[in-house]
């Protein structure tokens, strides 16, 4: 009930009282998605399907296979398996949209065309633009992208994914587990304290002497409430979290002797999850739609791109307001997008944008909590108009519900985003 409620109603204003479509032109006007995530692959499809045929709607994306960071957190606890992320583009491709198995490695905006790694080039009418993030150069001193096979990210979900829980189950009995948190912004805010959440429940069954460290350029995170209260129920005496009054903004790694490095002083680790500072995807600056923040500015009515009015920025890559970088926003923000960009191309009528976005963590088996709000767009960003967060000291059976309910969700949205 939960996956249709929550999908068929924040549709309904992308669908409703749409007649069939004019085509401006003989020829139908082409709209270039690049990224089959969240954003991408939600906006491809609603534009095919709400279009009835009169788009020609093409799909970048060099990955046949998707696979979710939401829910990855879950698979490294042990209450997934690791193929239930796994996500395929068949049932899109069959909606009337032509899946391209290619990687996009640059826009012209001038001649409003896209180069792929293999050579080929297509013209586009619209430019869809949801490549999900990047990470910052130099976040955090001694970690690259080749040190990542030793100090995983797992902040793409995939093979690094596989990688952080392989090397979790093989820790010493007693080990130490670090994780270096992101600074501010960063996708799916709670995400990395959930994660230390199903690392600590994992550790519980296999290594209940083990230590979690996690080193933090934050003062707050969110939910931290619920996470500090879950994390004393339930592993007490296992986390520590040093935030930046304690050294938690001034750290280095050293992957080859798997030392961390806080405030100057050494500390050996045995696993270390390094999560850096993040920006938009790369072809969003070779587009031309990023600013100095490293995000790409959008109109908060549509998700247009502010630098480009032929290009819409979704998902983790936008700077958009109050929404955070999440599936759930990136998701919603693609019905806004597709019914802008099909209103422009073919006279289809377009209403008020109205956003929304839940994120749910689950702290131990049964005890999920969860943050959302709603938005509306105003001149100046999408700003959040109401909001609710779990509360401290909720009765296991709310608790259990609300795990229950992202179980549904995640059914929901991946239908939703997938077909």
């Not at 095919?48 to 020609?56: I, P, Q, R, S, Y």
């Not at 093409?58 to 796994?86: H, M, Q, V």
């Not at 979790?168 to 007693?174: C, L, N, Q, R, T």
């Not at 073919?346 to 963590?361: D, E, H, I, L, V």
Request: proline letters at 7%; a negative charge.
């Amino acid at each position: 009930m939960l996956n249709r409620r929550i999908f068929i109603h924040s549709a309904v204003a992308v669908t409703a009282a749409l007649s069939a479509p004019r085509v401006l032109g003989q020829t139908r006007p082409r709209v270039v998605v690049i990224g089959g995530g969240a954003g991408g692959a939600t906006v491809a499809r609603y534009l095919a399907k709400d279009a009835k045929g009169a788009l020609d709607v093409t799909l970048i994306e060099p990955n046949a296979t998707y696979y979710t960071c939401f829910f990855s957190n879950l698979y490294l606890g042990g209450f997934r398996e690791f193929e239930s992320l796994a996500h395929g583009y068949d049932a899109i491709a069959a909606a009337g949209v032509t899946v391209v198995p290619d990687r996009a490695a640059g826009v012209d905006p001038a001649a409003r065309t896209v180069t792929l790694a293999g050579g080929g080039v297509l013209p586009y009418d619209r430019l869809v633009i949801s490549p999900g993030i990047d990470f910052a150069p130099g976040s955090v001193p001694g970690w690259s992208l080749e040190a990542a096979e030793i100090m995983p990210h797992a902040y793409k979900a995939g093979p690094q994914t596989q990688l952080l829980k392989a090397q979790i189950e093989a820790m010493p009995e007693g080990g130490l587990f670090c994780m270096v948190a992101p600074p501010n912004p960063y996708r799916c805010p709670p995400g990395p304290y959930e994660r230390v959440s199903m690392v600590a429940h994992m550790l519980t069954q296999m290594n209940p002497t083990a230590k979690i460290l996690v080193l933090d350029p934050k003062d707050k995170y969110s939910k931290q409430a619920l996470f500090e209260e879950g994390w004393q129920k339930h592993y007490s005496g296992m986390i520590e979290w040093i935030g930046p009054d304690m050294g938690g903004n001034a750290v280095e790694v050293r992957p080859e002797s798997m030392e961390v490095l806080i405030d100057g002083e050494a500390q050996k680790v045995d696993v270390c999850n390094v999560i850096p500072g993040q920006m938009a995807g790369a072809i969003a600056a070779a587009a031309g739609v990023t600013d100095a923040s490293g995000w790409a500015p959008v109109d908060p009515a549509s998700m247009q791109a502010r630098a480009d009015p032929n290009i819409w920025v979704l998902g983790d890559a936008s700077a958009q307001g109050d929404m955070p970088k999440s599936a759930f926003s990136a998701n919603s923000q693609a019905k806004v997008a597709a019914m802008a960009i099909r209103a422009e191309l073919t006279g289809s009528k377009q209403f008020p944008a109205k956003y929304s976005n839940t994120c749910w963590s689950l702290i131990a088996p049964e005890d999920g909590v969860k943050v959302g709000a709603s938005y509306e767009p105003t001149p100046e960003k999408i700003a959040s108009v109401e909001s609710f967060i779990s509360q401290t000291g909720e009765d296991a059976a709310l608790r259990k519900a609300t795990y229950e309910e992202s179980l549904g969700w995640y059914e929901g949205i991946t239908a939703d985003i997938f077909g």
